[in-house]
């Protein structure tokens, strides 16, 4: 029995193992691209390996925890997979190993002098520790972690404009970091524990006296993440900087960064948080405005990647309605808006990434995304066109594809908290998201080819090619069977929404 | 004590804001240094401060005296101290950087990469 928890340990804390050692051994190789290379899919793969069997793992038995250095769970810091961590890993694991094939399918001579491997791991170790942490201060110091891999990759990929960039992201999300710093002390300050659950309880007692103080700590805490999701008032990093480094790159922080944000979000006001009112109609409010912020910002771009870029942030903004929702009487709308966030953050971490990616083979055969300068191409790559027309198809959500199913779980869970306004912006960015996506297609894909292609040194190998069309096969089947990953989804909201702390508290074993 | 030290931290937040608006990349990182230290100070101040009584355990207790100082704070300052100190020496590294690519001292000359 001890033997069998040994291994149960063990296997959550390996989503953090694989990268410092994948970070490690890829270093070692700093002259050998083709041998980090290897080290890069080898950790990729097992990642997903890990990440597969923790799902498993977790729909047989429920939530698995592990403790640091054994201390019980208010004193230690808990390492935690329930249905939502591991469906996260998942796609974690998925997006490491496209993102890694990609990077390392370019011809690029200048790469192998550029040691993405062990930067592009960092960022690993960084996103799946905020996905398994259940304490306040660690998620602070995971944050850090995937933000300086971030920014490492930016600046390594993007030359001049990459730097550029860089010094944009890197302020507005130091400052984000500053803010959640200062909501993590004030936390302590009030309660005396940092540790989820236990704040659950602690923070309970503390507002039934100060509610201001909480209430004022909660908005913090909001803040600082609005800013780390790209949601509205915060957004400028974003369109400033995912357009700028390689696609492969580009994909990897399409999928994860601000999904760590948004994914942080739904953990605090379901446990911490949750005593504190009024936030809802904030953060709905700021959904709504988020999704019609991103798809005006897109339609008045001319270039591939920034459009995806500006559309990134009005995706966010479909994740946020669940989140509003929160504040639905009804426990089945509170589900049904946590379940199609959820939904939700998983069909986005696939299809933007995929988007990116073919944004990439774009500018690997043409040397530019900016659309006056691109055309032809259905003419010459028909079958990279179909692909590229269902990952854009889904993105605007039209039936079957899996964009359909999320935005009609957004939508559905929006009527039955009768929050109308949510419905119309939903749509009508949904609409102005069509057009974008049209745009691109008549302007890359279906007039005729304008000119010569321009020289570019970011040229895709075949595993480029054939990690794009996997990435997009892997979307159209979830589209055609929804049902699985809804299942899972509805699963990871209802194990979410439940009273937490009773739970954890049955884990709990002494010291 | 407190009341002075959340002052300061007032004031470092102030001055920081006040760099960060300056639009000049020294400024922007000294700003930025100032905001983390604010941002440090004010994590210790609100954890409670207590003088003199340094978290130790006697010889035959099994736990600090009651009225000992928090260990915890501290702990997380120190931590988020080096952090800020990593992130600072690359936001340096790379305004300077970006500094000599531009040959401009007015962050708003950055608009490469703007939307």
């Known amino acids: ?511 | 004590m407190t009341l002075l030290l959340a002052l300061l931290v007032g004031l470092l937040f102030t001055l920081g804001i006040y760099l960060l608006l300056q639009r000049t990349p020294a400024q922007l990182i000294i700003g930025l240094m100032l905001l983390g230290n604010g941002a440090n100070l004010a994590v210790f101040v609100s954890g409670g401060l207590t003088r003199g009584q340094p978290p130790l355990i006697a010889a035959e207790a099994l736990e600090p005296a009651a009225d000992a100082a928090d260990p915890l704070p501290q702990a997380l300052v120190l931590t988020a101290i080096v952090i800020g100190f990593a992130v600072i020496a690359l936001a340096a590294t790379l305004v300077w950087r970006t500094q000599v690519d531009h040959a401009d001292n007015d962050l708003d000359a950055m608009q490469r990469t703007d939307t």
Not at chain 1, 423 to 431: R, W, Y
Not at chain 1, 493 to 509: E, F, S
């Open chain 1, 1 to 511: 029995m001890n033997l069998w928890h040994g291994i149960q340990d063990g296997l959550v804390a390996m989503p953090l193992v694989i990268p410092l050692l994948g970070m490690g051994l890829s270093l070692m190789f700093w002259k050998q691209p083709r041998a980090r290379q290897t080290v890069g899919v080898a950790a990729s793969l097992l990642l997903l390996a890990v990440a597969v069997s923790l799902l498993r793992m977790v729909s047989e038995q429920g939530i698995t925890a592990m403790r640091l250095g054994s201390w019980a769970s208010p004193v230690g810091i808990l390492m935690e997979v329930d249905t939502l961590s591991a469906l996260m890993l998942t796609l974690t694991a998925i997006m490491a190993l496209v993102a890694v094939v990609f990077s390392g399918a370019g011809n690029d001579p200048e790469d192998r002098h550029r040691p993405l491997m062990p930067l592009l791991m960092v960022v690993l170790l960084g996103v799946n520790g905020a996905f398994l942490t259940r304490d306040l201060f660690n998620l602070y110091v995971w944050f850090e972690v995937l933000l300086m891999g971030s920014f490492g990759l930016l600046i390594l990929t993007g030359g001049r404009e990459g730097r550029e960039a860089a010094v944009k992201s890197l302020t507005l999300n130091l400052i984000g970091s500053l803010v959640f710093l200062l909501a993590v002390g004030v936390t302590y300050g009030l309660a005396g524990t940092l540790d989820m659950a236990d704040l659950q309880i602690k923070l309970a007692q503390v507002h039934a006296e100060r509610p201001a103080a909480v209430t004022a700590t909660a908005f913090l805490l909001l803040m600082a993440f609005a800013a780390k999701a790209a949601m509205f008032p915060f957004h400028f990093w974003l369109p400033a900087s995912y357009h700028v480094p390689t696609a492969g790159v580009c994909a990897l922080f399409a999928a994860l960064l601000t999904k760590v944000g948004v994914y942080s979000l739904l953990r605090l006001f379901t446990l911490p948080f949750a005593v504190v009112q009024g936030w809802e109609t904030v953060v709905g409010l700021v959904a709504g405005l988020t999704m019609l912020i991103g798809v005006f910002g897109a339609v008045t771009q001319f270039d591939m990647k920034r459009i995806l870029a500006w559309h990134s942030i009005s995706q966010i903004g479909y994740m946020a309605v669940g989140l509003a929702l929160l504040a639905a009487p009804a426990a089945e709308v509170r589900l049904a808006g946590v379940t199609a966030t959820i939904f939700f953050v998983l069909h986005h971490g696939l299809v933007k990434p995929a988007l990116f990616l073919i944004a990439g083979l774009v500018e690997s055969l043409n040397g530019s995304t900016n659309l006056k300068k691109t055309g032809g191409l259905y003419l010459a790559k028909p079958i990279l066109a179909v692909v590229f027309l269902l990952a854009a198809l889904s993105l605007a959500g039209i039936p079957p594809l899996s964009g359909f199913w999320a935005k009609l779980a957004v939508i559905q869970a929006s009527v039955s908290a009768g929050a109308g306004w949510l419905v119309a912006a939903a749509l009508g960015a949904g609409l102005l998201t069509l057009l974008s996506m049209v745009k691109i297609w008549n302007e890359v894909f279906w007039k005729p080819a304008s000119g010569t292609p321009l020289p570019t040194a970011r040229r895709v190998g075949r595993a480029g090619w054939v990690a794009t069309f996997a990435l997009v096969l892997l979307i159209t089947v979830i589209g055609l069977q929804p049902q699985l990953l809804f299942d899972l989804s509805e699963n990871a909201a209802a194990q979410v929404l439940a009273d937490r702390a009773r739970i954890v508290g049955i884990l709990k074993v002494g010291p």
